[in-house]
């Protein structure tokens, strides 16, 4: 097992994996941009480097300062967290290289699947389902329009290097093709410095389903059920639940064998989510993300699988610790996104946390790195909290958030809570009845 491991991230992920390296017996080294020198996780690591100024491009995306900082403090292994470098194939080689172990699959695996192209070549090659669209890169106008006509409006134009919603735009007939796709492309440009795009049916009605896969490297691959992030905003998640309403047992045991056998076909190791658009009974790939994923606590509790425990025992070499028949789900668990944004616009909410109380009781968990006068500053993603729920069924898993959320209190900064309290008393939310548009829709008249 490693001795000590880097943790090449920040925010309340960074404390997630601390608390696992700490169950573990294993030393942390926490690194920082200057403006997080007071950050949760640096506090709680047994030692801490300044990896360079605040825009995470000099810091958290430093790749030579982490690798100096991870060879000064004698670190065996990099835990890249999610976000920042966890999909950076050349930093997972360059760890390789440094004598660390990277807690990420093989870079083959970072690059193939991070090529959202060449992703669903290959799976649709293994058999699985994916969303028709183009089969590769979209190069004209002339060829968007021809492939539209083909697969029929509306279309969704995607970039191949994407992440986090962005480089995402819609055409809904001819008339829109060339701005979307040129929209797609500079946006695309911009977030991933790579204006490849490609392009899919855009599904009207359809919800985000993800299987949480593990696998070490002796070929035990397992799954840990489906996640349902249909809650979204700008193509984003901000509730995930699970098991999913939308599917019936057979339906779940459909959606992780194909998983299984993906993971299998693929060779691959770690842990990771396939993720698939569901809609009249059929799944479609979207994407494999191959890492750690935010939502990860909503399997966590639901199978009693420490999924961050496991990631660092694989890596190090270990078994899994269990096969698929020990995996036991639960009751139900629901998390709720709470971002330092404005919960009507989305726009960032950077600033002092003046007050602050978590909710807490049975079945309630928190993963935070927040404290009382924390400052959030402007210069990274905006998750602050995650509350996940459980309980023996999904009502009382609502009725418990109400009260959990009723608790919450974050002053000083605008943010998501307040959207949450008026969703978990929706009708609709309620009853199950919702897609990956509903948020969308229905924001004005919550
Ligand atoms: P990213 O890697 O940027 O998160 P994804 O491919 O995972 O991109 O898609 C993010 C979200 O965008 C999905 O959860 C879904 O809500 C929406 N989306 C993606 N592809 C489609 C599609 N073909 N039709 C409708 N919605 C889509």
């Known amino acids: 097992m490693f001795r000590k491991i880097l943790i090449a991230n920040r925010g309340e992920i960074a404390v997630r994996i601390l608390r696992a390296c700490k169950m573990m017996g294993i030393k942390t080294v926490a690194v920082h941009s200057v403006i997080d020198e007071a950050l949760m996780h640096v506090r709680l690591a047994d030692e801490s480097v300044c990896i360079g100024p605040d825009k995470a491009a000099d810091s958290y995306l430093n790749i030579a300062s982490i690798l100096s900082a991870a060879e000064l403090t004698g670190c065996d292994a990099i835990h890249p967290g999610v976000g920042f470098l966890s999909e950076n194939e050349k930093f997972a080689k360059m760890v390789a290289g440094h004598g660390i172990k990277f807690i990420g699959p093989d870079p083959r695996h970072l690059a193939e699947m991070g090529d959202k192209i060449l992703a669903k070549k290959t799976m649709a090659s293994y058999g699985v389902p994916v969303v028709k669209g183009s089969n590769g890169n979209v190069q004209s106008i002339d060829e968007a329009m021809d492939i539209a006509e083909e697969i029929g409006y509306p279309i969704l134009f995607k970039a191949a290097s994407g992440g986090g919603g962005k480089g ?17 492309k500079a946006e695309s440009k ?73 993971v299998k ?43 961050v425990k ?24 629901i998390e709720f996104r709470i971002n330092a944004e404005s919960p009507d616009t989305f726009l960032p909410s950077p600033g002092k946390v003046d007050e602050l109380f978590f909710p807490g009781g049975n079945g309630i968990r928190i993963d935070s790195h927040l404290y009382r006068d924390y400052t959030v500053p402007p210069f990274y993603d905006s998750l602050i909290a995650k509350i996940i729920v459980h309980a023996d069924n999904r009502a009382d898993c609502l009725s418990k958030a109400m009260g ?18 008026k969703l978990v008393r929706n009708n609709d939310i309620i009853l199950g009845n919702f897609n990956i548009h509903w948020l969308e829709k229905n924001l004005g008249g919550l």
């Open 168 to 184: 995402m735009k819609v055409a809904n007939s001819t008339s829109e093709i060339e701005s979307a796709f040129k929209l797609a």
């Open 190 to 262: 911009s977030s991933f410095n790579d204006d490849t795009v490609y392009m899919e049916r855009y599904l009207q009605n359809p919800r985000h389903i993800e299987v949480q896969i593990i696998s070490d490297a002796f070929g035990n691959v397992i799954h840990l059920g489906e996640r349902d992030c249909s809650i979204q905003r700008n193509h984003q998640k901000i509730i995930e639940e699970a098991p999913s309403t939308a599917l019936s047992h057979d339906q779940r045991k459909v959606i992780g064998e194909i998983a299984i056998n993906a």
């Open 265 to 307: 076909r693929l060779g691959y190791v770690g842990v990771g989510t396939l993720e698939f658009l569901y809609e009249n009974n059929e799944f479609f790939f979207m994407e494999m993300n191959t890492r750690l994923q935010v939502e990860h606590g909503v399997s966590e509790e639901l199978t009693g699988i420490d999924i």
């Open 310 to 333: 496991e990631q660092i025992r694989i890596a190090s070499g270990e078994r899994l610790s269990f096969s698929q028949s020990d995996v036991q789900f639960s009751g139900h668990v």
């Open 404 to 421: 959990a959320l009723d608790e919450l209190v974050i002053d000083g900064i605008l943010n998501t809570t307040d959207l949450h309290k």
